[in-house]
């Protein structure tokens, strides 16, 4: 697997996530009659909800990036190690639905769009998923490493 210090990491995604408008934001033509007007508009406003679920899991992998670079300054590669790779799976995860996501052609059906969409919406779900319980791997590893006898990163106090 392909290492990349953080800044790369980040540039990387930063660089993917700025191609990534052209898969957002699609318009679609405004048609006079109402039996498409609904499904062109919950067409729309499901567009709109995944590029909010995209925006939240670029968010989850920017932490992606943080936790792993407390993790691998830790030394402790026998707790690290197999979290490390959870994040990673996951950070492909998000990279490989991006690359692979295409907005809906406007031309289309709505119900086709809708259909496209809801399918893209689940995919996102799967990756948020695997996400956010990295983000809680790395969080408990993290945890973990003052027990073990290694000095952690200070983290932020509990309230």
């Not at 007007?37 to 995209?54: I, K, S, V, Y």
């Not at 690290?80 to 991006?98: F, G, H, L, S, Y």
């Amino acid at each position: 697997m392909l290492k990349l210090s953080l800044p790369l990491r980040a540039a990387c995604s930063l660089v993917a996530f700025a191609v990534l408008p052209s898969c957002g934001g699609a318009s679609t033509s405004s048609t006079p009659t109402t039996a498409a007007t609904a499904p062109a508009d919950q067409a729309r406003a499901l567009e709109d909800t995944l590029m909010a679920h995209h925006d939240r899991a670029m968010g989850q992998t920017e932490q992606l990036f943080e936790l792993k670079a407390k993790l691998t300054a830790a030394k402790t590669p026998a707790l690290t190690t197999p979290v490390i790779a959870k994040m990673q799976a996951a950070d492909q995860a998000m990279m490989n639905w991006m690359h692979h996501y295409q907005a809906p052609d406007s031309a289309a059906p709505a119900s086709q769009r809708l259909t496209y969409l809801q399918d893209q919406q689940r995919q996102l779900a799967g990756v948020e998923r695997r996400l956010r319980g990295a983000l809680d791997s790395a969080n408990a590893a993290l945890h973990q490493l003052p027990a073990a006898g290694v000095t952690a990163a200070p983290a932020a106090t509990a309230k």
